[in-house]
């Protein structure tokens, strides 16, 4: 009989106090962002960015701005706060990403912060043609087994939440694109367990991982980076060509 897999270990509470460290990341890339000479510019093609659940477009303003100052079309998902995977926002999100296509003449590059990342790859799912790549940052593409208490009562409340709040008809789908994904993790992330955040392999996916909380992957220099020379890329070449590790840390 084929040896059945191991549950996802969730962050133990080492890793869930690190988060900590959050502000300090968050200074350090509003310092630092602007400073950034090497990065390549843009071709001026839209992207989008989603962000984390119970945060709003203003939590990934910092790092949209940076992506604008390179020369692309930002928007925002233009949602409100995200309260979990829901039908309704995924078809608003959805009219969103047609009208920017139709605006631009062009793919939408999705940028998804943790829950937003979900939103990000059902979008490319339904309408591949209308997707250029998909970034995912800390997003929890699989299930989590148990972990301390503390953590596990922090997680009963998040699924209490979303059992009022979300669709569990819109499950996390892990299952590969057939755009390029990027799944960018941190093993220190405190929130979602790194191995949570990966995809398994296949042509259009790839998994890197960077240093900082799951709190400042939206404010971390090493994602800012990732981000700007994948999008500088042609779409069909936005994941490198050449023999590649699928798990790689990129540093700062």
Known sequence: MPKSRSPIAAPDLRQLLGELRAPLEVASFLLGAPQLRSLPPGDGHPVMFLPGFGMGDEALSPMARA????????????????LGLRQRTAERVLERVLELHGRH?????????????LYAREIARLRPD????VFTLGSPLQPHG???????????????????????????????LHVPCIA?????????AWRAALQPDAPHTENLEVDGTHLGLGFNLAVLRIIAERLAQE??????????????TVVR
């Open 67 to 82: 992506i604008e100052r390179l020369g692309y079309a930002v928007y925002g998902w233009d949602q409100g706060r995200n």
């Open 130 to 133: 209308r997707v250029r790549c």
């Open 105 to 117: 003449a062009c793919a939408v590059s999705l940028v998804g912060w943790s829950a937003g990342g």
């Open 235 to 248: 779409p069909a070449t936005t994941l490198p060509t050449a023999p590649r590790k699928r798990r790689r």
């Open 184 to 192: 960018i993790h941190s093993k220190s992330d405190g929130v979602v």
């Open 146 to 176: 148990s972990g301390p208490q503390l953590v596990d009562l922090c997680r009963q409340w998040f699924d209490a939440f979303l059992a009022t709040r979300g669709d569990p008809a819109l499950a996390p789908n892990n299952a590969a």
